[in-house]
């Protein structure tokens, strides 16, 4: 099998652990029916069938989960070789990939990468937006702004910052709204809530109030989206401390609501950490977002 093309191996990978053709999609910026032709043709190569399709998704044959862990060994020596060839990399010029949340990404990164592209034109910056907690150790990006601690021992990790939240509501919203005090006020209120992620869930229930799902009548799991629609008027929505109080559209509601600081690690895999570039690019970000007032917002 001298000419096969590894690069079915990297869509088997994401179809096996995304559990979809779609979500595959999403993770590798590639489209449904080129992930079908190859998931296809990955079969076809090796006289199995790897996925029973179903309704929801894929789902892994047992010749599929057999599979899977080679893949991944393929996927780790790959992105082994990636890195030890990046890490030797000495020079400040080439391309940097960053991972962050939506609020992250929208909110404080266009003017900390414009700043680290003044400082350092050489860099191309590549930014990811989203949700997603991507692979450091498979090159999804090369420093990542998490939310959590990653546990992994070959990443780095630095706290840069607590990041305090607050409630915000438009003025149109307001205006002949119930009165708004208290935690207790909020069951009264309409509230911008998330659709699958039951953070707000956890979040009420901690402050003694059980909710469902239905009890926020407008649901994404955008972030950027929840904020807008907080701004448009649709309600009470939830968002950094300093990315909210730069919003001309709404006001800060309820500012003395127990709403626990998240704190920021900023990651990047040690082997990377030897390169010139990534190690500029890194330092950058720690410096900048440190300035920042996330934990006060002012």
Do not use: C
């Amino acid at each position: 099998m001298d000419d096969f093309d590894w690069n079915l191996v990297k869509s088997f990978l994401a179809v096996a652990e995304t559990g979809s053709l779609s979500g595959a999609a999403r993770r590798l910026k590639a489209s449904q029916p080129t992930l079908g032709r190859h998931m296809a043709e990955l079969e076809t190569r090796l006289g199995v069938t790897l996925f029973e399709r179903l309704p929801r998704g894929m789902a892994l044959t047992r010749a599929g989960t057999a599979l899977l862990d080679h893949a991944r060994r393929i996927a780790a020596d790959t992105a082994a070789l990636s890195l030890t060839a990046t890490g030797a990399a000495q020079d400040v010029a080439g391309t940097v990939r960053i991972a962050a949340s939506q609020i992250v990404a929208h909110f404080l990164l266009p003017e900390i990468v414009t700043a680290l592209r003044n400082a350092e034109p050489g860099l191309q910056v590549e930014i990811v937006a989203s949700n997603e907690i991507q692979n450091l150790l498979t090159r999804d990006a090369d420093i990542a702004i998490r939310m959590t601690a990653p546990a992994q021992t070959e990443l780095i990790a630095r706290k840069v910052a607590d990041v305090a939240m607050g409630a915000f509501a438009a003025p149109s919203y307001l205006e002949g709204a119930p009165p708004l005090a208290s935690a207790q006020d909020l069951l009264h209120h309409t509230v911008v809530g998330y659709d699958r992620d039951d953070l707000m869930i956890r979040g009420f229930a901690q402050m003694g109030h059980r909710v469902t799902r239905d009890f926020f009548p407008v649901r994404t799991d955008d972030q950027v989206l929840h904020w807008r629609l907080a701004e448009a008027g649709a309600g009470i929505g939830f968002n950094q401390l300093y990315a909210g109080l730069r919003s001309p559209h709404v006001l800060r509601v309820l500012p003395d609501l127990p709403l626990p600081a998240l704190p920021m690690y900023l990651a990047v895999h040690r082997e990377l950490r030897t390169s010139l570039r990534i190690r500029r690019a890194y330092d950058f970000l720690a410096e900048a977002l440190a300035a920042l007032p996330l934990s006060t917002g002012r």
